[in-house]
């Protein structure tokens, strides 16, 4: 590779850099081949060039990009330690927590555990709220954040930041220590530091070499506080070299992919077509949407493999939650007996991995007589913490029936009363004792496949759901790891005495181990997601607008909310232009014949 001008002047540059330029502009592999010769240079013995990124994605894609770069000798990759802000700001909280007064013992309060416990409180606020309602909800919510991390030692990855930023600020002697064993940090997507992180950055920066890759136009964080202003901030305060690798882009090279890119982001499409990237409006009903979209899948499938690509990836980026699994059953089953299309879903998976929680405790013997106490916990928490952040009425709903119940059935219990014979309790205790019945085999694979088997054949509806999510992480492919302590557990003990330990434990690790390898293959994914990563093709598919007697179109699917054109911001453009941008080769927008994607009529 025949680095840039530019690019060789950021090879060139001392002390404080900041780099900016659009998507593909090279600015990951520059400052790659610049940690490198850092490594080579500068570095004592022991200390490492840091690379942080936010998502574990990216992390994924920059290991990859630095095996990749064969003139980097394996001397040089092994001092190139590449991490998210979220682990390297663990590590630091975990070694100097108690600094700022967390206990000496803290864990992760990982997202659904999170949701978990706040809900409670949540569910305390009506879904329509009032101005003062909503902050009130916020402060409230803040409030028993750091109640759980300050009594209870559990600390939510929101945390995490400010406390780091209070333990660096509060001590010279931390920030030195960082800045010997890691004298450059490089800063990956720095126009999306939050003011929390920006007070860490500082702080790091007073004895650190900093490194900011940044490309302003592709901020889509505002909403968890991004700020525009950022790189200026950067600027006044440490006064970088900077090179602007601006508009060179070199991941689509001989396309037209990020002009049409930055050309959504003006908000002007030209009428001629843009080499690369092709827009087909699909009839607006379901079997004809589909069959759009897996024949146009086909087509990207052939024009890869016939263009001979090693280990190519085709990206199929959706605007929602509810898209992504509409596409992934699609290509399971497409309409009218098309072939099926392998693929991967990326999906939430909050719900997935509180309903492994459940099947790990079915798997344990009951030892103190509260299994079934435990249980239905699990299940009232499944019900609690399934929407994330956003809980349904009817999920919260949900888990307070379920409590209710229970406590009838210990009332009932204490008083020699039978079970009411329609509580929601009763189907869940028949399968209950099922699964106690279940002979367990020692065998981890066997075992959880036939306790899920049990509750996704059985007559309980809420269990049979819990079963179903669970397919979505498939636990047991996720490496070799949690089947050795499970099978483990069973040899010690002659039960899985432990599994939901084990499990919560594997998931923790989840949130920050990356796979080594970026997807490859046929991958369906929300767009935001998509930021920080890149594919061979892209498809971008999009709802369309469902009729409803008597009442206005359904068009909750779509690209700009409801498409309407007055929701056309800064941020749309920005989201659009990166998920177009990902595409290396081509990239294809379906939208609807009738009501196409406001951001593609936008001139007229
Ligand atoms: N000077 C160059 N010549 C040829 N190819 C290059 C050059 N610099 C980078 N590339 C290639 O271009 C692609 C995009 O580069 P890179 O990922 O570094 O861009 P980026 O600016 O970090 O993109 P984004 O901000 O969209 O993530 C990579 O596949 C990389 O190998």
Redesign the pocket.
């Known amino acids: 590779?025949?680095?840039?001008e530019k690019?060789l002047e950021i090879m060139a540059a001392q002390g404080h850099l900041l780099v900016t330029?659009g998507?593909?502009?090279?600015?990951?592999?520059?400052s790659i081949l610049k940690a490198a010769e850092i490594a080579k240079q500068h570095l004592g013995p022991g200390q490492k060039v840091l690379f942080l990124s936010f998502a574990r994605a990216t992390v994924s894609r920059v290991v990859e990009?630095i095996e990749y770069e064969q003139q980097i000798p394996r001397e040089q990759k092994r001092r190139i330690d590449v991490e998210t802000y979220h682990s390297f700001f663990w590590r630091i909280l975990k070694a100097h927590g108690y600094l700022i007064g967390l206990p000496r013992r803290i864990d992760i309060l990982t997202p659904p555990a999170e949701a978990i416990a706040l809900s409670g409180l949540r569910s305390g606020y009506a879904s329509k709220l009032s101005e003062a309602e909503q902050a009130e909800k916020v402060a409230a919510e803040e409030a028993e954040r750091l109640r759980l991390a300050r009594e209870d030692g559990g600390v939510c990855f929101d945390l995490f930041a400010p406390y780091v930023g209070d333990i660096l600020h509060g001590s010279a002697r931390i920030r030195k220590l960082l800045a010997t064993m890691y004298p450059v940090i490089i800063l990956d997507e720095f126009q999306d530091t939050n003011a929390e992180q920006w007070r860490v950055v500082q702080a790091l920066g007073e004895f650190t070499t900093l490194i900011a890759?940044a490309?302003p136009e592709?901020r889509i964080y505002d909403w968890i506080g991004a700020d525009p202003a950022r790189l200026d901030h950067f600027r006044g305060a440490f006064a970088p070299t900077e090179v602007d690798?601006s508009t060179d882009n070199?991941?689509s090279?001989g396309t037209d992919i990020g002009l049409f890119g930055n050309d959504i982001l003006k908000g002007k499409i030209r009428q001629e077509p843009y080499v690369g990237v092709q827009i087909y409006g699909y009839p607006p009903n379901t079997d004809q949407a589909f069959s759009a979209l897996v024949t146009t899948t086909y087509r990207a499938r052939k024009r890869l493999v016939d263009a001979g690509v090693k280990e190519w990836s085709l990206a199929i980026l959706v605007p929602t939650k509810k898209m992504t699994r509409l596409v992934s059953d699609a290509f399971r089953s497409p309409p009218g007996g098309m072939t099926e299309i392998p693929h991967t879903a990326i999906i939430e998976l909050e719900a997935a991995i509180l309903g492994a929680e459940v099947i790990a405790l079915l798997m344990q013997p009951d030892v103190d007589g509260r299994h079934f106490e435990q249980f239905v916990a699990l299940v009232r928490n499944y019900f609690h913490g399934k929407g994330g952040d956003t809980p349904t009425k009817g999920a919260l709903t949900e888990a307070a029936n379920i409590q209710k119940a229970y406590d009838e059935y210990l009332a009932g219990l204490a008083a020699g009363k039978a079970l009411r014979k329609n509580s929601i309790l009763v189907a869940i205790l028949t399968l209950y004792g099922q699964t106690r019945e279940l002979g367990l085999t020692g065998d981890p694979d066997k075992d959880w496949r036939a306790m899920r088997g049990l509750l996704e054949e059985g007559a309980c509806p809420r269990l049979k759901e819990i079963a179903q999510e669970v397919r979505n992480i498939r636990v047991l492919e996720r490496g070799t790891q949690l089947r050795q302590a499970l099978s483990q557990d069973w040899r010690d003990n002659g039960a899985y005495r432990n599994a939901l330990a084990i499990v919560r434990q594997a998931f923790v690790q989840e949130h920050f181990s990356t796979n080594a390898k970026p997807e490859t293959g046929v991958i369906v994914m929300n767009m935001h997601k998509a930021k920080?990563k890149?594919f061979d093709e892209v498809i971008i598919f999009e709802g369309w607008p469902i009729k409803r007697k008597g009442q206005p179109p359904f068009n909750a699917d779509r690209i700009v909310r409801f498409n309407a054109r007055d929701n056309i911001d800064d941020q749309a453009r920005q989201n659009m232009r990166v998920s177009v941008?990902r595409g290396k080769r081509h990239t294809t927008i379906l939208t609807p014949k009738n009501d196409p994607c406001v951001l593609l009529t936008e001139d007229d």
């Not at 590779?1 to 840039?4: D, E, F, P, S």
């Open positions: 590779m025949q680095l840039t690019q330029g998507p593909g502009s090279g600015k990951t592999t520059v990009a890759l490309d592709q690798l070199h991941r090279a920080g890149q941008t």
